[in-house]
C-alpha cells in the first residue's frame, strides 16, 4: 500500500510540475519585438519635458530622446503612442503598446503588475501655485482648491498624504497637467499637485508667473514599465541605458532638456 501510495504521489507532483510549466508563458518578447521591427512607447503626449507635443505637432521630450536611441541600437524603428493614462496599464496589457515610458513612477504597487527598469530620473511630487498667490507653504493652501492629473502619482501622494488632502476644499482631476496648469493661470484652482521635473522645466521655459512652495508630497523615482512577464524585453533595454550612459549619450540627451546631467542610471558597478 505504501509504494502504491508514494507512486500515486510521485505522478501528482509529476502532473502539477508539467502543468504549472504549461501555464507559465514563455518570454519571447525580445525577439517578437525584433521581428515586428517596430518599439511602441506608449506615452502621456502632454507631458513636456518628458514627452509632449512641439509646435510642429512632432512628439518630442527627453524620455522620447532616450527611446528614439534604444529603438536604434535594438536594430528597430521607434513609434510615440500617445494614450489615455488613465487607462495605460491597460493599453499595455492588450498590447497596443511595448512599454510606458514617460515619466513614470514606480511605486510597490505598480511593480506587482508591470515589469520595470531601475530607476533613470529622481522627481518630487510638488504643489504650484501662481507668484502672487502669497502661499509659500504647504500648510497655506488649506482650505483651498487643487487640482491633479487622474491616474498620476501625483493623484497617489495626495491621497497618501490624508491629513494636507483633509485640510483642501476641493480636489479637481484633470486628465493632464498643461490642463490644470491653465486652470491655475486663470484662477480656477489655488495649486496643481505635479511632479516637481515637469513643473521646473514648464515654469523656466515659458515664463509663466507661476511658483514651486516649498516641501514635497513624495520622492519618487522614474522607471520605464513593461509587461510582468516580458523581462527580455525589459533587460534588453535596460542593458542599453547602462551603454548609453557609460558612452555619455544619456548625459548629452540630460543636458539639451535640463542643461545639466540629472539622470540617475546605474552601470552595475
Known amino acids: 500500500m505504501k509504494k502504491i501510495a508514494i507512486l500515486a504521489l510521485t505522478v501528482l507532483v509529476g502532473l502539477s510540475l508539467s502543468a ?28 513636456p519635458p518628458m514627452g509632449f507635443k512641439n509646435t510642429d505637432n512632432e512628439i518630442v521630450g527627453f524620455d522620447i530622446d ?4 534604444v529603438a536604434e ?10 494614450i489615455d493614462w488613465d487607462a495605460k496599464e491597460m493599453e499595455l496589457a492588450t498590447g497596443k503598446i511595448d512599454c510606458i515610458w514617460n515619466g513614470l ?3 510597490p504597487e505598480r511593480e506587482e503588475a ?3 527598469t531601475k530607476p533613470y530620473l529622481n522627481n518630487d511630487q510638488v504643489l504650484v501655485v ?9 500648510e497655506d493652501l488649506a482650505g483651498k482648491t487643487v487640482g491633479v492629473q487622474s491616474g498620476s502619482s501625483a493623484q497617489d501622494a495626495l491621497d497618501q498624504n490624508e491629513d494636507f488632502k483633509a485640510s483642501l476644499k476641493k480636489v479637481i482631476s484633470f486628465k493632464d497637467n498643461l ?11 489655488d495649486a496643481v499637485v505635479m511632479d516637481s521635473i515637469v513643473a521646473s522645466y514648464d515654469i523656466s521655459m515659458t515664463g509663466k508667473p507661476l511658483a514651486i512652495v516649498d516641501g514635497s508630497l513624495a520622492k519618487e523615482a522614474y522607471g520605464v514599465a513593461f509587461r510582468k512577464n516580458d523581462l527580455k524585453l525589459r ?10 550612459s557609460k558612452d555619455g549619450t544619456v548625459e548629452a540627451i540630460s543636458r539639451k532638456w535640463f542643461g545639466r546631467d540629472i539622470a540617475v542610471i546605474d552601470d552595475g558597478e
Open 114 to 116: 508591470l515589469a520595470f
Open 20 to 47: 504549472c510549466k504549461k501555464q507559465q508563458k514563455i518570454d519571447n518578447s525580445l525577439e517578437e519585438l525584433k521581428s515586428r521591427k517596430v518599439f511602441v512607447l506608449g506615452l502621456d503626449d502632454s507631458f
Open 235 to 244: 533587460d534588453a533595454v535596460q542593458e542599453i541605458l547602462v551603454e548609453m
Open 130 to 138: 501662481r507668484a502672487d498667490s502669497g502661499y509659500t507653504k504647504m
Open 66 to 69: 532616450l527611446a528614439k536611441e
Open 179 to 189: 490642463t490644470a496648469m491653465n486652470d491655475l493661470e486663470i484662477k480656477g484652482l
Open 73 to 82: 541600437r535594438l536594430g528597430v524603428e521607434f513609434k510615440a503612442q500617445p
Open 105 to 107: 513612477t514606480i511605486t
